[in-house]
């Protein structure tokens, strides 16, 4: 079974940062567009934010609710996206999922979702 993993967030405080990561084992990162989402409490899947889409090296896209605060990096040789994620309000409180959407096969997978919770 293909996975996505997740690891980092945690609790923050106001106006703190932190960093999430997305591993992905199986495939290069190069054959894949990888994204951060966001999902609210009580809404659904299709209902996913946009936090970025990293298409590939100098071609990011960020969702409104990042740019100027959040920065994506990549790591091949680790297979790894990293999301730093800088002056965190409540408003950032949620779960955050990585995404890989096949360049060149249909096939998406996600992760598990890892929580960002950030103290008023």
Known sequence: QVQL????????????????????????LSK???????????????????????RRRGDVGYGAIARGRFTISTDSAKNTLTLQMNNLTPEDTTVYYCRAR???VSAEYWGQGTQVVVAS
Not at 9 to 21: D, E, F, I, K, W
Not at 33 to 44: C, D, E, F
């Open 32 to 54: 894949y567009v990888m994204s951060w989402y966001r999902q609210r409490l009580g809404k659904g899947a299709e209902e996913r934010e946009l936090v970025v889409v990293f």
């Open 102 to 104: 096949g360049r060149y």
């Open 5 to 28: 993993v997740e690891s980092g967030g945690g609790l923050v405080q106001y106006g703190g940062s932190t960093q999430l990561s997305c591993t992905f084992p199986a495939y290069p």
